[in-house]
């Protein structure tokens, strides 16, 4: 993340994914395409109580062993019933899958296995990008444009035929434009950019977002011909507010800016903690960093009312820090405090 515009959301998970990818497979089975509630089963896991969203208003995937799932079962365990259930409001709605480094291919084709499996799409989030949020609190990224085109190759060979939507590297392109990624790296991004736009395109049943920053950082005069140069013709439109907490009512005059300099793509929303809008306390450089008094916002749904935005998804994970500023964990990091006062907030 960098000043108050970034995504600072990296989720650096490190559990092998092949081990991941038959834990889901097993769980989905068993998911239903319903939504209602199972009864926990004898050992109380997450799997057997989350099932999936009804499809005709959200189509993505609900991971019944998510970060926000396991979390809720162990506070069940702990006989704290309602700090549970206000997870659960988390735990039930299909959140974006961050695709860590390490075995991409083997964590897309488990995620979009067990997506498959239930009858939904997985929605992911390819976060990997050379220079990546320009030494700050995500910092890391590829170690080069090869290794990150093999990166994306390996995502493609897993997802293959599968149903899958991803958000391509949030702020990557911001960055450029900001002054923040330094001048001798912009060739290179613009390349691997428009590369895995079009290696994910070329897939069967893949529909892809490349980011374009929020309604808080800038004007969408400064943005849309970098998206142009990063792929965005090829791409099926462009992802806005990700890992912020801009109002939907603001990303969306943000988007439709954007969007009729662009040819009119359409474009989601991520609506994960914006349900009371930006922070205006403290530093203004880190109030996108952990800021308090936040809510849920929108749920996930392709039903928008509005023909330019195709869907509200939760691309940030709720509930996993921004870094550590405010008392936060590593970024990516399940923060519990943060997640019951976002899923408590306006009760």
Not at 60 to 75: D, K, S, Y
Not at 80 to 92: D, L, P, S
Not at 222 to 236: K, N, R, S, V
């Amino acid at each position: 993340m960098y000043g108050s515009r970034g995504v600072g959301a990296f989720a650096g998970r490190r559990a092998s994914a092949a081990v991941l990818g038959a834990a889901l497979l097993m769980t989905a089975c068993s998911s239903g395409d319903g939504d209602g509630r199972g009864d926990g089963g004898p050992d109380g896991a997450a799997g057997a109580e989350i099932t999936q969203q009804p499809k005709g208003a959200n189509p993505f995937w609900v991971n019944p062993e998510g970060t926000a799932a396991r979390q809720m079962a162990g506070l069940e365990k702990e006989g704290k019933k309602a700090e549970a259930e206000q997870i659960r409001t988390i735990a039930e709605q299909p959140v974006a899958e961050w695709i860590s480094p390490e075995n991409p291919e083997e964590q897309a084709r488990g995620f979009t296995e067990a997506a498959d499996k239930a009858g939904r799409t997985a929605l992911l989030v390819l976060y990997n990008i050379p220079h990546r949020d320009c030494g700050q609190y995500s910092q890391g990224g590829a170690a080069d444009g090869n290794a990150y085109r093999a990166f994306v190759d390996g995502v493609a060979k897993g997802i293959g035929d599968r149903a899958a939507t991803v958000i391509l590297e949030p702020d990557a392109v911001l960055h450029l434009v900001d002054g923040c990624t330094p001048e001798q790296f912009h060739e290179e991004r613009y390349d691997v950019l428009s590369g895995a736009v079009a290696t994910l395109k070329s897939l069967k049943n893949t529909t892809v977002y490349l980011d374009a920053g929020n309604a808080g950082w800038g004007n969408p005069d400064q943005i849309h011909e970098p998206l142009t140069w990063a792929g965005i013709d090829q791409a099926d439109g462009f992802s806005v507010n990700v890992s912020n907490y801009y109002s939907t009512e603001d990303s969306i005059a943000y988007g439709k800016q954007l969007s009729a300099k662009v040819g009119d793509k359409p474009f989601v929303i991520d609506t994960s903690r914006n349900g009371n809008g930006p922070y205006t306390g403290g530093d203004a450089d880190e109030r996108w960093c952990n800021p308090p008094g936040r809510a849920l916002g929108e749920t996930p749904t392709t039903r928008t009312a509005d023909p330019l935005v195709d869907a509200y998804l939760w691309v940030k994970r709720p509930g996993e820090s921004d870094g550590e500023c405010k008392g936060g964990p590593k970024a990516g990091e399940w923060w519990e405090e943060y997640a019951l006062d976002l899923a408590g907030a306006g009760d």
